[in-house]
């Protein structure tokens, strides 16, 4: 089974400011892990993927995030926030092989304050 | 990059009527899509995943004969909601798998169902 933690439901950051979002992840085997950000009564936009090779994935809008295997962890990270930043943010992850399934975190809302 | 449309954005229907919702990828071939439900701040729900000329592989808990799913061609599946009730009323998001960027799901904008 896998599994998906964003222990934060809410997280707010001053405009300005490095922001991060946190993501811990649980699978049996060498995980996909996908950072996606959902606007009010939006779907979902992918922001940026890991798949393997460097730790450090740079994705959409300036969000890059790193992987850490030791850690089982995911963040979601930017240098400089903006109020245009705030949304919903879902980590998700899915094995490499196989069914193509991804399981989601709960989501963390995230609030940029001008 | 990769684009999913979802139609219509926003349904309003009565309970015990039938409705369909559409999602197609727009410049790429999906063999899978995935049907997801969204309640109000909450994480997205697996409802299904639609599988090009075959059945649909159901979550546990989602009645099949409630929600069918057609996957005729690689780029339009189809979800209908047969005899609405008020409890089903949520948000639907579709998703396409685009194997070519290493299993990378591109979201629809959702359909926003609200039954009476």
């Known amino acids: 089974a896998q599994s998906v933690a964003q222990p934060e439901d809410q997280v707010n950051v001053a405009e300005g400011n490095p922001l991060t979002v946190k993501c811990t992840y649980s699978?049996?085997?060498?995980?996909?892990l996908f950072w996606y950000v959902q606007y009010p009564n939006r779907g979902l936009q992918f922001l940026l993927k890991?798949?393997?090779?460097?730790?450090l994935v740079k994705g959409s809008y300036g969000f890059e995030a790193e992987f850490n295997k030791s850690q089982t962890s995911f963040h979601l990270k930017k240098p400089s926030a903006l109020v245009s930043d705030s949304a919903l943010y879902f980590c998700?992850?899915?094995?490499?092989?196989?069914?193509?399934?991804?399981?989601f975190g709960t989501g963390t809302r995230l609030t940029i304050i001008p | 990059g990769a684009v999913v449309s979802q139609h219509p954005s926003r349904v309003i229907c009565k309970s015990g009527t039938s409705v369909k919702i559409e999602c197609r990828s727009l410049?790429?071939?999906?063999?899978?899509m995935f049907w997801y439900r969204q309640f109000p701040k909450q994480s997205l729900m697996l409802m299904a995943t639609?599988?090009?000329?075959?059945?649909?592989?159901?979550e546990q808990g989602v009645e099949k004969d409630k929600f069918l799913i057609n996957h005729a061609s690689l780029t339009l599946s189809t979800l209908t909601v047969t005899s609405a009730h008020p409890e089903d009323s949520s948000f639907y998001i579709c998703?396409?798998?685009?194997?070519?960027?290493?299993?990378?799901?591109?979201f629809g904008p959702g359909t926003r169902l609200t039954v009476l």
């Open positions: 998703s396409a798998g685009d194997r070519g960027l290493v299993g990378t799901q591109y």
């Open positions: 699978v049996s085997g060498n995980p996909y």
């Open positions: 890991y798949i393997t090779g460097d730790n």
């Open positions: 998700a992850v899915r094995v490499n092989f196989g069914n193509e399934k991804l399981t």
């Open positions: 410049d790429f071939q999906a063999t899978t």
């Open positions: 639609s599988n090009e000329g075959s059945k649909a592989t159901y």
